[in-house]
């Protein structure tokens, strides 16, 4: 079992910068790639960023490069995600996940654990 706890949401102006942090424990963290995915109202939850293992792979959606950087430091037990240029559409509740395995994936269903989000507001 993983419990994850997100924190670091909150509202920003449209062209700010947050930093959000998902907190692990349970089992080994290392064992686990990690993800992000967010859901805005009336949408379903999309993915945004995934990092594997050791933090030497990470992806994107596309619309995320160069704005989003994911990260993690296995001796915190934690996995961040700067969010930097948000514009209002990244509106959403984020969510951290964490998947059994070495390779981060883009699909939710990949991802054994979630957290329960943290709210990004970004105002215009």
């Known amino acids: 079992q993983v419990q994850l706890v997100e924190s670091g949401g909150g509202l920003v102006q449209a062209g700010g910068s947050l930093r959000l942090s998902c907190a692990a424990s349970?089992?080994?963290?290392?064992?686990?790639?990690m993800g992000w995915f967010r859901q805005a109202p009336g949408k379903e939850r999309e993915f945004v960023a995934a990092i594997d293992r050791t933090g030497g792979s990470t992806y994107y959606l596309d619309s995320m490069k160069g704005r989003f950087t994911i990260s993690r430091d296995n001796a915190k037990n934690t996995v961040y995600l700067q969010m930097t240029s948000l514009k209002s559409e990244d509106t959403a509740v984020y969510y951290c996940a964490a998947a059994f395995g070495s390779t981060g994936s883009y699909s939710s269903y990949a991802y054994d654990y979630w957290g329960q989000g943290t709210q990004v507001t970004v105002s215009s």
């Open positions: 349970g089992r080994t963290f290392s064992g686990y790639s």
